[in-house]
Antibody, heavy 118, light 108 residues
Framework: QVRLVESGGGVVQPGTSLRLSCAASGFSFSTYDLDWVRQVPGKGLEWLAVVSYDGVIEYYADSVRGRFTISRDNSKHILYLQMNNLRFEDTALYFC???????????WGRGTLLTVSS | SYVLTQPPSVSAAPGETAKITCGGNTIESRSVHWYQQKSGQAPVVVISHDSGRPSGIPERFSGSNSGSTATLTISRVEAEDEADYHCQVWDPGSDHWVFGGGTKLTVL
């Protein structure tokens, strides 16, 4: 079955960097776009970024463009989110999700929690 | 940037009908997806492309989209429907996915 498992979250200080990973299995990885979405506990969903199935196209939310970079390794079936210059407001649960152009996110991981604290 | 507006909360008694709205400028021209998110869990698609119901989603869930409002309707509400519901669209003007703020459905 389709599995998406995020990892790499933790407690970090403001201004530091961190890379999240999302390990995928159970589907043809290189034929799906992949997204990162975050959620502050008790709040709504915030879409962050998408990378196309071939890794060529990337789009970012305004809130993270220039600080976060999405990438993928189709040989290892892993999605990444490189996060630089982290801020207190980046504290959230980070989900990866699978999508196709225009279609909903049909599978999600369970999320990895990032806390930015001094 | 494109904005989707949802009411923060909706309530319904078991057996009643709950309607959750998602407002956006000419949203009828966009394809709206709806997610259900139960406490401590990842979101699950309950309606795709305005009114499509994925496999495994009860027929009690339906969707519509007209004018500036998309609506998720849950008929014969059950206790297990208590959750947060999020609407989503793709904004081609900004190449962004956009989520509404989410609506908490309380089953009385």
């Amino acid at each position: 079955q389709v599995r998406l498992v995020e990892s790499g979250g933790g407690v970090v200080q403001p201004g530091t960097s961190l890379r999240l990973s999302c390990a995928a299995s159970g589907f043809s990885f290189s034929t799906y776009d992949l997204d990162w979405v975050r959620q502050v506990p008790g709040k709504g969903l915030e879409w962050l970024a998408v990378v196309s199935y071939d890794g060529v196209i990337e789009y970012y939310a305004d809130s993270v463009r220039g600080r976060f970079t999405i990438s993928r390794d189709n040989s290892k079936h892993i999605l990444y989110l490189q996060m630089n210059n982290l801020r207190f407001e980046d504290t959230a649960l980070y989900f990866c999700a699978r999508s196709r152009v225009g279609s909903p996110f049909d599978h999600w991981g369970r999320g990895t929690l990032l806390t930015v604290s001094s | 940037s494109y904005v989707l507006t949802q009411p923060p909360s909706v309530s319904a008694a078991p057996g009643e009908t709950a309607k959750i709205t998602c407002g956006g400028n000419t949203i009828e021209s966009r394809s709206v997806h709806w997610y259900q998110q139960k406490s401590g869990q990842a979101p699950v698609v309950v309606i795709s492309h305005d009114s499509g119901r994925p496999s495994g989603i009860p027929e009690r869930f339906s969707g519509s989209n007209s004018g500036s409002t998309a609506t998720l309707t849950i008929s014969r509400v059950e206790a297990e429907d208590e959750a947060d519901y999020h609407c989503q669209v793709w904004d081609p003007g900004s190449d962004h996915w956009v989520f509404g703020g989410g609506t908490k459905l309380t089953v009385l």
